[in-house]
C-alpha cells in the first residue's frame, strides 16, 4: 500500500505483508505488533483491498522493510533503504548458526514462486516469545540465503548470479554464497559495478550504445 511513498514507511509493506497472509487477523493484528492507529490500518486495507495505490510486488526489499517494521527496528524512514540497513546491522554474530524460517515454493506463472506465509507466521510467533531483534533479523537473512539455494536447485544451470539492491548487503550476500558453494552451485556477485540502480543505468547505457 502506497506504491512507491511504501519505501519510506516500512510499516505500510508490513500491513500489506499481514493483509496478504492473515486478512482474517488485521487490523488487530498491524495495531499490536506495529502500533498504528485503528483508522491508518483500515485505510490502509482498504487500499489493499481495491488495488488503489498498492501494486503487488516481488521486491525483496520490501520484505526488508516488512520485518525491520515488525521487530520495532524501523518503523518510518528518513532516507532510501535506511530500514534494510537497521535489519543488517542488528544481525547477531553469535547467532550465525541459526536455523532458517520456513517458507515454501511452488510453481506461478513466471516460474518458481515463493511463500513466505510461513516465514511470517515463525517471526510473529518469535516476537510473541520474546525473542530479540538480533535473532529474528538473523534468522531472516538465513531464510533468504536458503531461498536462494532451493530456487537454484529447481533451475538446469549451476551457476547462479546474484544481483540487485538487497545484494549490497554484505551479510545476505555472503550467506548466499556460502549456501550456494556448500549445495554445489557457482555463484557470481558484483565486484566492480553495484548491484543496486548503479549497475542498471550502466546496464542501460551500454544496451543504449549498441542500438
Known sequence: PGGDHAARKPVWSAVGALQEYFPDEMPGLAM??????ETEVRTLMALVAKRINAPRTTSVGRWFDAVAALTGLCRVSTFEGQAAMRLEWAVDPGQAGAPP???????GADGLEANLRNTLIAILQ?????????????????????????????????QVI?????????????????RLRAGGFVPYWHQLVPPNDGGLSLGQAWVAATL
Open 32 to 37: 499490536e505488533r506495529l502500533g498504528l492507529p
Open 101 to 107: 524460517y520456513p517458507f515454501d515454493l511452488h510453481p
Open 126 to 158: 518469535d516476537l510473541r516469545n520474546g525473542q530479540p531483534a538480533g535473532l529474528i533479523a538473523t534468522r531472516f537473512h538465513h531464510t533468504l540465503a536458503a531461498l536462494a539455494l532451493a530456487m537454484a536447485r529447481h533451475q538446469p544451470e549451476h
Open 162 to 178: 546474484l544481483s540487485g539492491g538487497c545484494f549490497q548487503n554484505r551479510y545476505l550476500t555472503e550467506c548466499c554464497i556460502d
